[in-house]
């Protein structure tokens, strides 16, 4: 999707982030220590890592905030990386993934509401941890939710 030459910083970042991902989710995943990751170990380690990061008893953790870090510069560099994720570049974002651009646009347009909040690092962290944790579907994260579901309804 977006090109970041070999070697280059973003590339070396990318990579670290990945690859320590993994590592720090197996260790917390993988209960019985078999090496492997199971569907069920996994759905588990999510579920309690979400439930930890709602009930505050546990702060987002460092694998999650790095990607997320890596998934804002991915939807800002499609644009202008300028450190500000823009309409036209969260359109492009979810085009690449077959979301239609009236849909996405219309997403961007309430999460922002009418672009009054500008989409910086925190605020889109904000939007992708409501999305991942909260049940309450008002909530601007669940807007993306919302489009993953009206997505379906015309499927
Ligand atoms: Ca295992
Ligand atoms: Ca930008």
Not at 26 to 53: G, S
Not at 60 to 68: D, E, G
Not at 139 to 144: A, R, T
Request: glycine share 4%; charged share 30%; proline share 2%.
């Amino acid at each position: 999707m977006t090109e970041w030459k070999e070697g280059s910083a973003m590339w070396l970042k990318c990579k670290n982030v990945f690859a320590n991902t993994w590592e720090e989710l197996k260790r917390a995943a993988d209960v019985n220590l078999d090496d492997k990751v199971t569907i069920d170990e996994w759905l588990n380690f999510m579920e309690n890592t979400c439930k930890q990061i709602k009930a505050k008893t546990m702060d987002t953790p460092s694998w999650y905030r790095a990607w997320l870090d890596v998934f804002f510069d991915v939807i800002d560099s499609l644009g202008n990386a300028d450190g500000w994720i823009e309409c036209e570049e969260f359109v492009s974002f979810f085009r690449v993934h077959k979301i239609p651009d009236e849909v996405s646009r219309k997403c961007f347009n309430e999460i922002t509401f009418d672009g009054r909040i500008a989409m910086d690092r925190d605020y889109f962290n904000l939007v992708i941890l409501q999305y991942s944790i909260s049940n309450d579907m008002n909530s601007p994260g669940n807007i993306h939710a919302r489009m993953l579901l009206l997505l379906d309804e015309q499927l």
